[in-house]
């Protein structure tokens, strides 16, 4: 399969930052060639289709760095509620309720979406049950996925039987999964280790998964540093902070990708940049819960890497990196000035930062030759768009434009959408079962 | 013409917020009846239109209290910068380089995706000249408009020529307008005065028109305590805050409608409470420009009525309802807890509390029997709304819905969008005439 994108206008997001007027080769998986406009070379004569980009903006597919495709299904069940209670009275019931089939339609549906919001790789986090269920749904899809199960190995009266796991079952059980996934579907499809948080966790499941992590260079996904509440409890538990308890046991490091980060203090900082370790930003989800409004500006000073994620549907109430890269850049202005983050920033933050906090920057993540095509296609022709201007380009992006811009998403080099039309999977048949499934987990809710 | 809309789940926010299963039966502008489902009440035999609203939403039109339709085509031109400069550099110039054809297709552009967002009624801030052309732009869109030329009287070096306007020409112009087009199109037109701010505007302009406005019950709008550096310029030239200098003019009253309302202090928060002056809450624009969060909880919380408005396109840079609703719920919760503004406050703002402030609300703002037919239909069958639960309607509308759910639109009994297409104006025609004129006004502004 070969695959030419004609007459695009291509943010590349490469070191450079170019921005570049021309085609795209596509041959397989990869980016072949990139042939800026006006330049004579030859072109080959047979490709399987061409794709006219005239007035169209083509971007390296977005990258979301912290979902729950098991929580797609609790969309809009717990509203106006705080954290804790919203995991306790609400998460953790439904995640419990949760079957083979109903997991599946819940990753579905949040698979169909992100791919129609222009996200081509999550890292996902699982609940304890039927992580094969994800795994399978994000095959299906089309969508490029980090996925775990998730590792909770401490006990409590709040956490419903179902979800209570032993230190040795969690890591059997998600090393079992490793062997069965990692690398699968030509590399598109690999494994992610996803302790949930600190208070979820021993020390002796923590320390058991980071030496089988770092040397066979496994991405660890977790949260940290959400909320004040859980900022207290880990203290009292552990006597250190959120980073610095992960810098004692030695898991902090280029694999570790922690969401939120909202209540650290200077030294979590400083370790955070000293370890290399990887941000998500997740302002949506933040907002919403209460949490707080992460200082992402200073993060970008210090060069530490900071990627973006919608987090689950019950707390967003969306999966559109449109939305959390537009609120990247919006909610840091009334506290710093309008200069406190650049458009650009934000857009790196949702495509390269991403690749570099996966550990595949040298594959994904912006357009050059040789990358993996990972690419999606944006029309400019809606009103909400009008004008689109180019001096402006990065910023055009992020504040105007939204998921209906979303025209063509290629992952691996193949066409999972092309003109809204989800190619992979049947997205009709999909709203319909995950309405069946949802209701049965209301049930068990309220 | 009447008009069935069958089996849908209607949100009134009549006095009661009813949520009601039921049909809705328009006869020409009005809403007839209301025919709740297992009612055998028998429905009149002829209708010159079925529509079946199954798994759809139906809801009172949004009304935005404040938008700047003449600024549309400046979309994505002013980025990143404090609002003194975005006004001065970017704005302004822009506005003074507009023709009567420019504004034209830039009130049109912004009708268009208005319309497409669910919003049928605006409270419109136009500029010094061409005010006509906004007029004729809405009447044919088939939106809802209260429309004002901007009022600027006060001389400065910062304003372009073209902007500057004599008090007897200011107030002139703007009665004649009035004469023309006030209470056109069976009302839906109607004048609405347009003072820009303190600082643009002289006593005598203010004065001229306050006896005017409240003799023939005609809205004033205007902005108030955007920005820091705005307060201290007005204390400075004015000897008291915003909101003083307003009431001690006599211009607050129910007849007043304020855009941001941002730094108030105790004393404004008390006098727009005794005077029953509305405030416009427009979130995106105040964090785009680094303005501030306005305390909206706190003016709720003391019955002050708040309408919101996506402001002008160049400091959004969308003109979407579902975007503002968001918001609005979102940037408080992180200060004032995930409590600080329910679902339903947020959609009475959108609704209810914005006909309050057009002094329109035994027209418009709920769906009654009686009322003016101006009414939006939700599609929930779409991947980011499902499950669409219904127990928390409120939020399943203001956090997963976003401007793709609008399927059709009806404003005084007419269909003016429907299936996502626009019935009374060209929305490709609209963008490429106004592609054209944007990169004309960005010559003069570049």
Chains 1, 2 share one sequence.
């Not at 990753?107 to 399978?136: N, P, Q």
């Amino acid at each position: 399969m070969s695959l030419l994108i004609r007459n695009a206008t291509i943010v590349t997001m490469n070191p450079n930052r170019d921005v570049i007027k021309g085609d795209i080769l596509i041959e397989g998986q990869y980016i072949k060639k990139i042939i800026r406009r006006g330049n004579k070379r030859l072109l080959p004569i047979h490709y399987t289709k061409i794709i006219d980009a005239t007035d169209k903006i083509v971007l390296p597919g977005f990258i979301q760095t912290h979902t729950h495709l098991c929580q797609t299904l609790f969309r809009n069940i717990a509203e106006d509620v705080k954290l804790l209670d919203w995991l306790q009275k609400y998460i953790w019931p439904s995640e419990a309720s949760h079957s083979r089939d109903s997991i599946y339609y819940s990753a579905l549906l949040g698979c169909a979406e992100l791919i129609k919001g222009g996200t081509t790789t999550i890292l996902d986090m699982g609940t304890v049950h039927y992580t094969d269920s994800i795994f399978e749904a994000v095959r299906e899809s089309g969508l490029r996925g980090f996925i775990g199960k998730v590792m909770m190995d401490k006990k409590s009266k709040n956490i419903p039987d179902e979800l209570q796991d032993t230190t040795a079952n969690s890591i059997a059980e998600s090393i079992k999964l490793y062997e069965k996934w990692h690398n699968k579907e030509d590399g598109r499809i690999k494994y992610a280790f996803a302790p949930r948080f600190v208070l979820s966790c021993s020390e002796a499941l923590l320390k058991g998964i980071r030496d089988f992590a770092i040397e066979n260079d496994l991405i660890i996904h977790s949260h940290s540093s959400e909320n004040r509440s859980e900022l207290a409890l880990v203290m009292k538990k552990t006597g250190c902070r959120n980073l610095e308890y992960f810098d004692k046991l030695g898991l902090t490091g280029k694999n570790l990708v922690l969401a939120h980060c909202i209540w650290l203090d200077k030294n979590e900082i400083e370790i955070l940049k000293r370890t290399k370790t990887n941000v998500t930003h997740c302002p949506s989800s933040n907002l919403k819960l209460g949490s707080g409004i992460a200082n992402i500006p200073e993060m970008l000073r210090q060069k530490i890497n900071v990627g973006l994620g919608a987090d689950g549907a019950p707390c967003n109430n969306n999966l559109s990196m449109f939305m959390e890269m537009r609120l990247s850049g919006l909610i840091q202005k009334p506290f710093y000035g309008p200069q406190a983050i650049s458009s650009q920033q934000v857009l790196e933050m949702a495509t390269i930062n991403g690749a570099k906090a996966l550990g595949v920057s040298d594959e994904l993540g912006c357009i050059e030759e040789g990358k993996t095509a990972d690419i999606i296609i944006l029309d400019t022709n809606q009103a909400q768009t009008t004008p689109f201007v180019m001096n402006n380009i990065y910023s055009s992006i992020i504040y105007s434009m939204n998921s209906e811009n979303v025209e063509t998403v290629i992952i691996d080099g193949k066409i999972v959408m092309e003109d809204g039309e989800l190619k992979m999977i049947n997205e009709k048949e999909i709203i319909k079962k995950s309405k069946k499934y949802a209701s049965k987990i209301w049930k068990n809710v309220w």
